[in-house]
């Protein structure tokens, strides 16, 4: 069972290219989320979706876009890379009802800088 | 705007010790407030969470004590061992609707032997 898989695990970008993040869950979760990871600022939230075909914005949306077209997947886009991107991003899942609900499974993340 | 505010930044503790690990909210809607835990490499992993109906909660060596009315909570980790260092975020969130969590800054927890 591989949980929530993030690709790539590494990625260097210069300012203005563009990169898609990929995150796949298998736990048939509806809720996925995108946060990012900086030091000193713990995980902020940048979008998150609710369900197949539906994104919404979270805390840090700007500069980013996002797609659910398959419900165990949730792409993350950079259109026009910045330095201030440069960070490590995570994916989370979690079920829709319940007390599951509440537990978020993360991704092993992924690095990316922008130079 | 930090909605939880999250203390001390880092903490070496003995092996055998006490860690205690402190935050702060101010939105009082927040009514789930759980606690992640991160080992270097890894993505964070739920490791314990309260509601404010109850002012403590205690798994195994990990305790939340909970104080709706100063609106603080904290993580105590009973005879902290080598294995317990990793970095701690405490987080809330509002249970109605996508759950979404607002974290802390995350707290670097060393067990020394």
């Known amino acids: 069972n591989a949980g929530v898989t993030q690709t790539p695990k590494f990625r260097v970008l210069k300012t203005g290219q563009s990169m898609t993040l990929l995150c796949a869950q298998d736990m048939n979760h509806e809720y996925m989320y995108w946060y990012r990871q900086d030091p000193g600022m713990g995980l902020r939230l940048i979008h998150y979706s609710v369900g197949e075909g539906t994104t919404a914005k979270g805390e840090v949306p700007d500069g980013y876009n996002v797609s659910r077209l398959k419900k165990q997947n949730f792409l993350l886009g950079l259109e026009s890379a910045a330095p201030s991107q440069t960070s490590v991003y995570f994916c989370?899942?979690?079920?829709?009802?319940?007390?599951?609900?509440?537990?978020?499974?993360f991704g092993a993340g992924t690095r990316l800088s922008v130079l | 705007q930090q909605q939880v505010k999250q203390s001390p930044q880092s903490l070496i503790v003995q092996k055998g010790g006490i860690s205690i690990i402190n935050c702060a909210y101010e939105n009082t809607a927040f009514d789930y407030f759980p606690w992640y835990q991160q080992f270097p490499g890894k993505g964070p992993a739920l490791l314990i969470a309260i509601r404010p109906d109850v002012s403590e909660k205690k798994e195994g060596r990990f305790t939340i004590s909970f104080n709706k009315s100063a609106k603080q909570f904290s993580l105590h980790i009973m005879d902290s061992q080598p294995g317990d260092s990793a970095t701690y975020f405490c987080?809330?969130?509002?249970?109605?609707?996508?759950?979404?969590?607002?974290f802390g800054t995350g707290t670097r927890l060393t067990v020394i032997p």
């Open positions: 987080a809330a969130s509002i249970e109605t609707g996508a759950n979404n969590l607002f």
């Open positions: 989370a899942s979690s079920y829709q009802q319940g007390e599951a609900k509440n537990i978020q499974y």
